[in-house]
């Protein structure tokens, strides 16, 4: 056996840029190739020159179809990389969606920000294009759950349901025969829709990667319960914007809202999904629930057969700029449910700039909100947010709503972690400073792991 090791080339000390790179004298494997979000600081590390020469990848591992886990792929297949991205039936289908979104979000930027000239680029140029997205989604190759699968001549890997989203996966690895467990992002559960993550197998394990987006908080139960907000915001007479991922945010809301009007919460208002992305995401909902996708919860299929489990009855779906452009004057308090998840791009940009300065609104955080994000800014009760280069008042209402996370708290974490045998070591990434820290203590100090918080770029051999 040759030298192992592995090369942390994103999310570390912060959530987005998950990139992990595992080498042994055969393969150069990458698990998962995600975008840079947030701070400026960080995007900028999306146009760094990519450490190794993507020509050199034997494969890549994609564990979901978040952006932050897939939206650099289109890159490396710009520059080189030109073999099997192995993943999941539906992380393909969404990861389609996403990077086409992706593609047209990075050239319109480049377009917007070389008309009003605020790009500190001479030639505001976009990461990459459309057409490079569609050669990327050439190379995905799916492979069924639980089964492991052949990547190079020393190398497998096998993919288990990870609850967080369609698709998603945790990951088991196997480069010359050291073995790594990726959680990626790990589901708490409680998913409408989905099952729970999958117990970790009972094998050796050498080195865990672990996620800790919420490894300093557990989650708590609302005070003001997600009815009551909207009930408020009707009273007032004004509307409703809730930010949300795209891809699975919007299908569990639409089913929370679905719950709660059917349950008479609520009242039966116009709930409009404004997001082509989040439609084609809907699309594949739509569809694992028709063919009985292994990741669905038992009897899922059965339940939804002949109702659509995201329309209480009301639902708008706005695919062109036109009807979504006919949201900025409503008449009757209503519901709007746009991407991105933090108010960092797509229309409901727009939709904040338009409902903010209207104390009348409400907007609803619903999802985890990054450093340097429109979303935290709101969240941390700013008076005033820059949209396109103005201030925009923030009169309307903000609300977070934390229960609709599809990511485990740190005491489901430790609780899912210590069912695995004990790893001879364990990397703590895709968190902020304070949450990997947090969790990393409680590794070592709960289970007596010999845990880290890695930094960027660091490079560790497996031993
Ligand atoms: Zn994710």
Do not use: C
Request: glycine content about 6%.
């Amino acid at each position: 056996m040759g030298k192992v090791t592995i090369a942390f080339l994103g999310a570390t000390e912060t959530v987005t840029g998950s990139r992990f790179l595992v080498t042994s004298d055969k393969s150069k494997i990458l698990v998962d190739a995600g975008m840079f979000q947030g701070l400026k600081e960080d995007r900028r590390k999306n146009w760094d020159p990519f450490p190794v020469e993507p020509s050199t990848i034997s494969a890549i591992v994609l564990t979901h179809a978040h952006l932050d886990h897939s939206g650099y792929l289109p890159l490396l297949v710009r520059n080189g990389f030109n073999r099997k991205i192995v993943t999941t039936h539906y992380t393909a289908k969404l990861t389609a969606v996403i990077l086409r979104d992706s593609a047209r979000l990075q050239v319109e930027d480049a377009r917007f920000a070389a008309e009003k000239g605020f790009s500190k680029h001479a030639i505001p140029l976009p990461l990459y294009n459309s057409e490079d997205a569609e050669r990327t989604l050439l190379f995905l190759d799916s492979v069924p759950f639980r089964e492991k699968v052949q990547l190079t001549e020393d190398s497998f890997v096998t993919f288990y349901p990870s609850g967080h989203i369609l698709g998603s996966a945790f990951v088991v690895l196997e480069v010359d025969k050291k073995v790594f467990l990726f959680t990626s992002d790990m589901g708490r559960g409680n998913h409408p829709l989905l099952s729970a993550p999958d117990d970790p197998p009972q094998v050796g394990i050498d080195a865990i990667i672990t996620e800790s987006t919420y490894g300093d908080r557990v989650h708590e139960t609302p005070i003001d319960s997600f009815a009551d907000i909207i009930n408020a915001a009707i009273k007032r007479g004004g509307s409703i914007l809730i930010p949300a991922f795209a891809v699975d945010r919007t299908e569990v809301i639409l089913m929370a809202l679905h719950d709660l009007i059917e349950t008479s919460a609520i009242p039966n208002i116009p709930i409009y999904v404004d997001s082509p992305m989040a439609l084609s995401a809907l699309d594949y909902y739509r569809d694992a629930i028709r063919n009985n996708a292994p990741e669905l919860l038992p009897g899922i299929a059965k339940k939804w057969e002949s109702f659509d489990p995201f329309d209480p009855g009301n639902l708008s779906e706005m695919r062109t700029v036109d009807e979504s452009k006919k949201l900025n004057n409503l008449i009757t308090s209503s519901i709007i449910i746009s991407a991105s998840g933090m108010g960092t791009g797509g229309r409901v940009v727009h939709h904040l700039a338009n409902m903010l300065p209207n104390q009348k609104n409400t907007v609803i955080l619903v999802g985890f909100q990054a450093a340097g994000s429109r979303g935290r800014s709101l969240e941390e009760g700013r008076k005033e947010i820059k949209i396109h280069g103005k201030w925009v008042p923030v009169k309307a209402t903000i609300k977070k709503v934390e229960n609709f996370s599809v990511h485990a708290d740190g005491d489901e974490m430790v609780a899912w972690l210590k069912k695995t045998k004990k790893p001879q070591q364990v990397f703590v990434v895709h968190g902020e400073p304070d949450a990997q820290a947090t969790l990393t203590k409680r590794l070592r100090d709960e289970l007596g792991w010999n845990a880290i918080a890695p930094k960027r770029m660091q490079v560790f051999e497996v031993l």
